[in-house]
């Protein structure tokens, strides 16, 4: 941790000229989650310079097999509250520093997982596999709401979902008043995090312990990071109070011209008149209404609908795979067919039930104690050894782009380099 540490100011430079935002790989956000969620042999973080100037830092885990072969393989490290992994590359030398870690020669292959398909990072990624010959390939991919601002999505309601919202108001009318709420500067940021994990706690997360008030990592880790993004002027809070009780509320972090959901709740107990989706449309009002963010990324899951119903525009992410060795440049180039096999091969031997998925979970009584009122302080774990074998110095490499003569030099930092 302290060799990250000590890249923090050309990290914070480098995270200002990003080619594409990502807050998840920003240091006052990803310190906290390593020190919250430990940091394990595996993780590795490239650090790409250009001249002096740092120019891409790469949070990778190094795994031992990938998909069943025995191969080495740098995987985009991530927790389960992200779904966003596009690394932090500078916008002018992107390329080169792709190349650099493409021809690191740290593992077999390198898979990027979560990032926006035709992003900048994406671009950079493809010309510099295809400059250095090395085949990729898309291993996943999905679409997910994103709300933009110039692209109101109220009017394309249909006339159902418009008579829908009228009802759902008429019902919470005579139970009190419905009064939207938005985080400002002065407020107590404190007070409406706990407000939220009480309210998330309260409902279908807490009773699947799911929440972020039944894990005591998960508390580590919005306890430092959601104040210092209040403090930095990233934190979006919004939602809707019935009287003077929180109804609904919705926590996003900004970051370059965009911003991503990190986390949603609403009072279960109001179910029938649909609250989340109440909250959710008077979000898009205040995100229209309100400056801020030329758009709003739902940071959602493949299987999450939630916002597909008020949200109308979409972007899709994707993971891709990079050979670097001659076998991983192999196994990226046989992955099709492996995937071919496995599915026109394997499936007929599956039982019907597990085809057709798993059945629903019956209901499960509530696996989340309440939050304390004050959350548990910060203590940093004890890093791992840095080598993954014995008496030997962490590896580095160095090297020059296929594509300029300026000297572009990586290093890879393990935790306790």
């Given at each position: 941790m302290d060799s990250l540490r000590a890249l923090v100011p050309d990290w914070e430079a480098l995270a200002a000229d990003a080619a594409e935002p990502n807050p998840f790989y920003e240091p006052w956000m990803l310190l906290p989650a390593l020190e919250a969620y430990g940091i394990d042999a595996d993780f590795r973080c490239v650090a790409v310079w250009e001249n002096g100037i740092l120019g891409a830092v790469f949070p990778m885990r190094l795994k031992r097999r990938y998909r069943g072969m025995p191969l080495r393989a740098l995987q985009s490290w991530r927790h389960r509250n992200m779904l966003l992994c596009t690394p932090l590359v500078r916008a002018k030398s992107a390329s080169n520093c792709v190349s650099a870690l493409l021809q690191s020669g740290l593992a077999a292959l390198?898979?990027?997982?979560?990032?926006?398909?035709?992003?900048?990072?994406?671009?950079?990624?493809?010309?510099?596999?295809?400059?250095?010959g090395q085949p990729w390939m898309v291993t996943d991919a999905y679409a997910r709401a994103l709300l933009?601002?110039?692209?109101d999505p109220r009017p394309r309601y249909n006339s159902n979902m418009k008579?829908?919202?009228?009802?759902?108001?008429?019902r919470l009318k005579p139970l009190g008043e419905l009064r939207p709420v938005r985080l400002v500067e002065g407020d107590n940021v404190e007070a409406w995090l706990e407000e939220f994990m009480r309210l998330e706690a309260s409902g279908w997360k807490g009773r699947a312990g799911t929440a972020l008030a039944c894990r005591e990592d998960d508390r580590r880790f919005v306890a430092k990071m959601v104040p210092e993004a209040f403090r930095r002027g990233r934190l979006l809070i919004t939602g809707l109070n019935l009287d003077e009780r929180p109804l609904a509320r919705h926590i996003m972090l900004t970051g370059g011209d965009g911003a991503f959901t990190f986390k949603i709740a609403h009072?279960?107990?109001?179910?029938?008149s649909s609250p989340g989706v109440l909250a959710e449309v008077d979000n898009v009002r205040q995100f229209i209404e309100n400056p801020?963010?030329?758009?709003?990324?739902?940071?959602?899951?493949?299987?999450?609908?939630?916002?597909?119903?008020v949200w109308k525009d979409h972007r899709t992410v994707q993971c891709v795979?990079?050979?670097?060795?001659?076998?991983?440049?192999?196994?990226?180039?046989?992955?099709?067919?492996?995937r071919l096999i496995k599915r026109s091969l394997l499936a007929p031997f599956r039982p019907r039930a597990a085809r057709a998925g798993p059945p629903p979970a019956a209901p499960q009584a509530s696996q989340c104690a309440e939050p304390a009122?004050?959350?548990?302080?910060?203590?940093?774990?004890?890093?791992?050894?840095?080598?993954?074998?014995?008496?030997?110095?962490?590896?580095?490499?160095?090297?020059r782009t296929a594509s300029r003569d300026r000297p572009v030099r990586t290093e890879s930092r393990s935790p306790g380099g």
């Open positions: 390198v898979e990027f997982d979560w990032m926006p398909a035709g992003g900048r990072f994406y671009g950079a990624l493809t010309e510099a596999a295809s400059i250095g933009v601002r110039s692209r008579n829908n919202l009228r009802r759902w108001e008429a009072d279960e107990t109001y179910e029938k801020g963010p030329r758009w709003l990324d739902s940071n959602t899951a493949r299987e999450s609908e939630s916002y597909a119903r795979a990079v050979g670097q060795s001659a076998a991983g440049r192999m196994a990226v180039a046989a992955l099709p067919l492996v009122a004050a959350p548990a302080p910060l203590r940093a774990p004890s890093p791992p050894a840095a080598e993954t074998r014995p008496g030997r110095e962490p590896r580095r490499a160095e090297g």
